[in-house]
């Protein structure tokens, strides 16, 4: 209920999904005469959609700590639950970010051994796969050396599974590449993570630049929250600029309205290859579940590619992946632990 | 000397901006020698150009605490002390950034009351000039509240002065537009600059996120070294890729070539809007003197871009005009002391 768009898109979108794909079915959260409405209308649905009464409504604007007190009723709180309960295998919401991960942290609460869960986002990239994961695009603003860490490690298992590169090349987001530059918590975090490299199933490539997260020296960009909102979106900005330019260019002369036209089918293309709404979801790891946020503003389309998305990530159980990935990172520390206790 | 395309690419540049501009003349440093031979072949620097031998060269893998203590020899030393002692106006140099600014600071020194001199770049934009200010991107990676109030103070004189806007719009950078969001140094800072505004002949639109950094919300960006490096090189690289993905798009069908053919005028039109060679340099603000970083990689457009810059720079007097604003931006603080003093 909580996209801008409303619960139009969310329908036309998973019906677009249900044609797609015979494997999915859905429960949706909302008030029921509303949703029955327009469930009814799309006939790939019929007999896939189960609807959950659930009247209030997180709004855009709602601070998350409102929410967690008072948004029990409300259809964010009822979707994460079906995936706290099992009934689900992955939620799905266009809602407020803050508020999900909240409500996400709270009702699905952490998977042991992780101390700040992250926002993982697939990014345009030179990859051959045409595209790279980042992390954290904004569940905290802050992050010291072993949140940095943890970041890696579910990274890793993101793009694994998530993108099928069964060694991935993980990097660490810095100023420069040089080992001794930026800010002491990345020089450590980049200690931690050379080490847990081998251990880990992906290969470290040490510190990378802003420049490398639409690029192919990597697959998993490594970051704080802070840092990795700004980024994606200053790319999201700049690449919105350059496509209102060219528009621009193209209808300036008669001559250049009839190159629009022949160049009609490659600009498609290339606008199919960095469509935002085609990369829609951003996944929330490091949870007892997994929780895929699409934009707020997402159309039908993009509903969809982050319906698609959450169904790749549930049939690889993920959340399960991440799970054994951090215990196993953490056994070392327990064995550095008892063997300090046994030489006490 | 310090830059990709040595001596050569940089007597190119200047003599352009020769061409173009009769008001200019040049200091260069670097081995006499060498320099005479490049000099002598460009007829629009004759008599415009004086040579001081320089021996050494700062690379661009040299760390800057090596330079401050073996690098009196060098090009950039030589050239930063040639401001100094009131020979040249500005300084311009393509070698290493760290070096640069490590050394501007020693040599120059800081103006008074600044604590971190920053780096200030133009980024194209939605707004008017096609571009906005962004600092610092990299003269260092924290920045307190203080540091945050004093970028928002020099950027708002480099936007007068460079841009020839008389009443700029600060924007200070977050991962949200709500007061409540981000680090706690950012709220602080955001009250600061807000109470700074009316005195100090800008207007504050509060925090911006980064898709404001190409758009037309704001003029000037205010973030720390760290976050403002990692946005502008994602920016470039998500620029860039879009550019590169372009072209493919054109080469391929017969058809697509026709159409780039045709197409060839506008999208020139396009590439010089948003050319990074054109908007080359970036400034060191909070010095005794003018700096302009030009890129590393800069070819004679590029140089002849961060001349251009410089000339404008100087000829404003943007370092008296800062050293203006920030004493009275001081200027109440010390107001508060007495009156305590007086009171107590």
Redesign the interface.
């Known amino acids: 209920m909580g996209g801008d768009r409303g619960p139009n898109a969310v329908v036309a979108g998973i019906a677009r999904s249900a044609k797609k794909n015979p494997d999915i079915a859905f429960i949706l959260h909302g008030p029921k005469a509303e949703l029955s409405r327009l469930v009814t209308r799309r006939k790939h649905l019929r007999g896939r959609c189960e609807i959950r009464d659930a009247t209030g409504v997180v709004r855009m604007e709602d601070?998350p700590s409102q929410v967690m007190r008072h948004g029990k009723d409300t259809s964010m709180w009822s979707a994460l639950d079906c995936v706290r309960d099992g009934e689900a295998t992955v939620a799905v919401s266009c809602g407020n970010t803050g508020a999900l991960m909240a409500l996400s942290m709270i009702r699905l609460r952490k998977i042991p051994g992780v101390n700040r869960p992250a926002i993982a986002v697939l990014w345009?990239?030179?990859n051959p796969s045409g595209f790279n994961v980042m992390l954290d695009v904004?569940a905290d603003?802050?992050a010291d050396e072993e949140d940095l860490l943890q970041y890696a490690i579910m990274g890793a298992s993101y793009a694994r599974n998530g993108m099928h590169l069964e060694r991935p090349r993980i990097g660490l987001?810095n100023?420069g590449t040089e080992e001794?530059k930026?800010?002491a918590e990345l020089k450590a975090a980049h200690d931690l993570i050379e080490q847990a490299a081998p251990g880990g199933g992906f290969d470290f490539v040490g510190f990378v630049?802003?420049?490398?997260?639409?690029?192919d020296s990597c697959d998993v960009i490594v970051?704080d929250?802070?840092?990795g909102?700004?980024?994606?979106?200053?790319?999201?900005?700049?690449?919105?600029?350059?496509g209102?330019?060219?528009k621009?260019?193209?209808k300036?002369?008669p001559?250049?309205r009839?190159?629009?036209?022949?160049?009609l089918?490659?600009?498609r293309?290339?606008q199919k290859?960095?469509d935002p709404r085609r990369v829609n979801g951003g996944v929330f790891l490091g949870l007892n579940g997994t929780v895929v946020k699409s934009h707020g503003s997402a159309d039908a389309t993009g509903v969809a590619a982050a319906v698609k998305l959450a169904f790749q990530l549930a049939q690889q159980d993920l959340t399960s992946k991440i799970r054994a990935r951090v215990a196993s990172a953490a056994i070392p520390e327990q064995d550095a632990a008892e063997e300090t206790k046994v030489a006490e």
Not at 258 to 263: G, H, T
Request: proline share 3%; no cysteine.
């Open positions: 601070k345009p990239s030179r904004g603003v802050r987001l100023v001794n930026g800010r630049e802003g420049g490398d997260i639409p690029g970051t929250g802070f840092t909102n700004v980024a994606i979106k200053t790319g999201e900005g700049t690449a919105k600029l350059i209102d330019l060219l621009e260019a193209f300036f002369s001559l250049s009839i190159a629009a036209l022949l160049a089918t490659s600009m293309r290339l290859r960095i």
